[in-house]
Nanobody, 124 residues
């Protein structure tokens, strides 16, 4: 089993920045793609960003392009989400997820492991 633990969330003012981290532990597979998703109360969990195992390709939701950056450090079994120019509509619980394959995916149903989530709140 693989465990994912998010950290780095919190309360920030609009225009501020946060960096989320997701550390993997347990029986990890080295060649797995990673993704970030978010979910606001009463809404569907939505795609935010994903990265291939190699880190060579990344994909972002249109709503966060130019503001968020996903990266990974496979030696540390950690994936990051740098969030800049935060907006109130970014407020949500952010989840990291892992796939047991190297290919990235924007589909939450194609991920095998999920973290518990980290709350990000952006005030006006």
């Amino acid at each position: 089993q693989v465990q994912l633990v998010e950290s780095g969330g919190g309360l920030v003012q609009a225009g501020g920045s946060l960096r989320l981290s997701c550390a993997a532990s347990g029986r990890t597979f080295s060649r797995f793609a990673m993704g970030w998703f978010r979910q606001a109360p009463g809404k569907e969990r939505e795609f935010v960003a994903t990265i291939t195992w190699s880190g060579g390709s990344t994909y972002y939701a249109e709503s966060v392009k130019g503001r968020f950056t996903i990266s990974r450090d496979n030696a540390k079994n950690t994936v990051y989400l740098q969030m800049n120019s935060l907006k109130p509509e970014d407020t949500a619980v952010y989840y990291c997820a892992a796939r047991r394959v190297a290919l990235a995916s924007v589909n939450r149903y194609e991920y095998d492991y999920w973290g518990q989530g980290s709350q990000v709140t952006v005030s006006s």
